[in-house]
């Protein structure tokens, strides 16, 4: 069984990587986390037992002293779509760190490496919904170095090391300080302006759910050598997805469209113009493609493969992380909200 493995979790202290390290704890597992940075939740993971040390991946020392004894390697650090960052910190991290946590991984005798890939590897799905067979197409350098760490892991074939790829849709839920708090934020100010048809497909998974995948794939002799699309049961438009945050957050949303091009050009030409300055542009093509890159997959491979099940469906995951962005003050509900507790008089 996976009773009391001692498991290592780099990127532990983020949002996907806090979230598993909790569990795993839960579950009485030993674990270290290994991040660069501080997160939200070190303290209390501390708490419950974590060992945490922080340092990059791309600093073997440290990989090599966190990995000491550990059975089970989930490898989730990387550089993620930051601002400003240059294009060698993406390969040094997603690229080279990967290489050094499969090597160490080797050398400490661990069985089993989880590394945390991207639905992103895949681009935009031009026939949806996608799978893992659909083409590699990766859409930023993110994207690209996401992919080329996946490959990294080929070090791996043919030794006692098996591994396995997981490939995560848009994950959300609460402990995430950033990825979908945009969407809350424009939805409690009751008009959601929506650039193109709102009908782009957008595929969100729960974070426990993500989790349970995670703890699926660390058993030996499951997924060997193989990649996983881990999203939730279903996907949704985006026009939809705005709707069910309105509704998880019982307040009423307008939804006015306009065309998407003057978007596009001003994303383009505002990018341009803040790069030299070093100004986070106020709209970039990221969050341009937002509006109209298909994210939709089947997730029949991990169901079988791996007993995947997605547990939590989409208003009690939304209403949960409305719950949460409530709670810690990062998203301000209007009063005619029922999520809002009254006043005390």
Not at 113 to 130: A, D, F, K, R, W
Not at 297 to 326: K, M, N, Q, S
Request: overall charge neutral.
């Amino acid at each position: 069984g996976i009773e009391d493995m001692k498991v290592l979790v780099t990127g532990g202290t983020g949002f996907t990587g806090a979230a598993l390290v909790d569990r795993l704890l839960r579950e009485g597992h030993e674990v270290v986390a290994l991040d660069k940075q501080p997160g939200l939740i070190d303290d209390e993971l501390r708490r419950k037992g974590a060992k945490i040390v922080y340092g990059s991946v791309t600093d073997r020392d440290a990989v090599a002293r966190s990995m000491e004894g550990a059975e089970v390697v989930m490898h989730l650090a990387a550089a993620f779509r930051e601002i400003g960052v240059p294009d060698e910190v993406y390969r040094a991290v997603n690229v080279t760190g990967t290489r050094i946590v499969a090597e160490e991984a080797l050398r400490a005798g661990v069985r089993k490496l989880v590394y945390c890939s991207t639905q992103g590897v895949h681009g935009h799905i031009e026939n949806p919904p996608g799978d893992e067979n659909s083409p590699i197409a990766p859409a930023d350098y993110y994207q690209q170095t996401k992919y080329e760490g996946e490959l990294e892991l080929k070090v791996l074939d043919g030794t006692p090391v098996e591994y396995t790829i997981i490939r995560p849709t848009a994950i959300y839920g609460p402990g995430d300080p950033g990825r979908f708090v945009m969407i809350f934020r424009r939805v409690a100010k009751g008009v959601f302006p929506m650039f193109g048809s709102g009908r782009t497909f957008y595929h969100p998974v729960y974070i426990d759910n993500l989790v349970d995948a995670f703890l699926l794939a660390a058993q030996q002799g499951v997924g060997t050598g193989r990649a996983y699309i881990i999203g939730d049961a279903e996907y949704f438009s985006i026009e939809e997805l705005v709707r069910r945050v309105a509704k998880a957050m019982g307040v009423p949303v307008r939804i006015p469209h306009y065309p998407i091009w003057p978007l596009l050009a001003a994303g383009h030409v505002c990018e341009k113009v803040c790069k030299p300055f070093g100004i986070e542009p106020p709209i970039f093509p990221r969050r341009v493609d937002w509006f109209r890159q298909v994210r939709a997959f089947r997730i029949d491979r991990a169901r079988r493969e791996l007993g995947y099940e997605p547990r939590v469906g989409i208003d009690e995951g939304l209403r949960r992380t409305a719950e949460w962005y409530r709670a810690t003050g990062r998203v301000r509900f209007p009063d005619t909200s029922p999520l809002v507790p009254p006043k005390a008089a």
